[in-house]
């Protein structure tokens, strides 16, 4: 069982790590795409704000498929689909077939998202302690490389298609090898088993969103920050803090690289001191960086706050999915109650992400981009009211952290 464990832990990690390589050569390269395609500046946001609707679609519909096939099937299949979106952006030559190959990464993106998270809920509680994190973690070191392969695929001037090409054919087959491991935790059984929907059906549906809204709340406020460090942080340094065109460059990147320490060290202070505690720590360490960015005086005070926010957001989205998961499995014990909660829970993230942007600007516009940094900033205080959501029943987990549950884990083909 620890062998089935630790192999379905590993092959689930290297899925988030896939998906954060995805994702980062996608966005980081969206100059270059317009260039491609002739996309006009005031088309272009109809582009961009598709994909996260979309992916909200394919989230929804992740959570009554799972009602019918484990969760492991769909994530095995929903990969590729992203992986070849992906070069079918890279590699067209019209609008229209951008738009399709962007659709379909949207919809694809939106299952995998629910899909990966589901796996990683399911599996945390069958280890019985925190390593959620580090599934996130993974997709932070995906999207760090994803970045720099997207730098150096313009530095060089490279074809999108050049770009995208080597990394999917990389990808994708280890991606679908990687698959054979999966864990489907509580429903049982490995992903090989996974074309026995029977088992996968009964996906709870007794946890209604009144229940989930506070954790709803929270991943919306999450990635409303997100968002504004992610779109803003280069045009906030340079136009309001006076640095350089390539100084303002560097916040995103130092974000990005202290979203990944702290989420490779974030499971430990969840096992030490709780995640109701590392969840306020986080949203406490957020807010003071907004609040650093928003008064800095220059350009390396305001980096120094990009810092704190790495830091401080990056424990809230894996908590908040983990939360979501115990909450479903203690209102409803059935198997796939966290799984039809997880996907609710993941249409928040692009929630947040279609809010954060514009949100930011029209204040910026309106108003001044230093108060419109204190506005995420009071967002993410309201984390702090509602902590308590993340507390495990300790009745019944014995000091807050969930038993193993080793005999919901099944046993695949391949004899471990």
Known sequence: MTDVLRHGRASLAFGFFAQGVAFALLVTRIPAI????????????????????????????SERLVRRVRPSLLLRWSQPVVLLALLGVGAGDRVAVLAVALAVFGLAVGALDASMNMLGVSLQRAYGRSIMLGFHAAYSLGG???????WAGAHWDLALWVSYLPVV?????????????YVDGERGG?????????SGGGAGAGVGFKVLLPLC?????????????????????????GSSEQLATVPYNVYMVTTLVGRAVGDFGVRRFGAVAVVRGGAVVAAGGFAVVASAPGAWVGMLGFTLLGLGLCVLVPQTFAAAGRLAAERDGRPGASDAAVARLNVFNYVGFLIGSPLVGALGDAWSYRGAM????VLVLVTVVYARSFEAQPD???????????ADVGRGSNGL
């Not at 005031?42 to 979309?54: M, N, Q, R, S, T």
């Not at 204190?374 to 900033?377: A, F, G, Q």
């Open 34 to 61: 317009q260039e491609r395609y002739g996309v006009s500046d005031a088309l272009l946001p109809v582009f961009l704000a598709a994909v996260p609707i979309l992916a909200g679609v394919g989230s929804v519909v």
């Open 144 to 150: 760090i490389l994803g970045a720099s392969l997207a």
């Open 169 to 181: 054919v990389l990808l994708l087959p280890a991606a679908l090898v990687g698959s054979r491991w």
């Open 190 to 198: 490995v992903a090989g088993d996974a074309s026995t929907g029977g």
């Open 217 to 241: 709340l929270v991943m919306t406020f999450a990635y409303i920050g997100d968002s504004t460090v992610s779109n803003w942080s280069a045009k906030y340094l340079q136009d309001v803090l």
């Open 374 to 377: 204190l506005v995420p900033m």
């Open 396 to 406: 019944r987990y014995g000091g807050g952290h969930e038993r193993p549950r080793t």
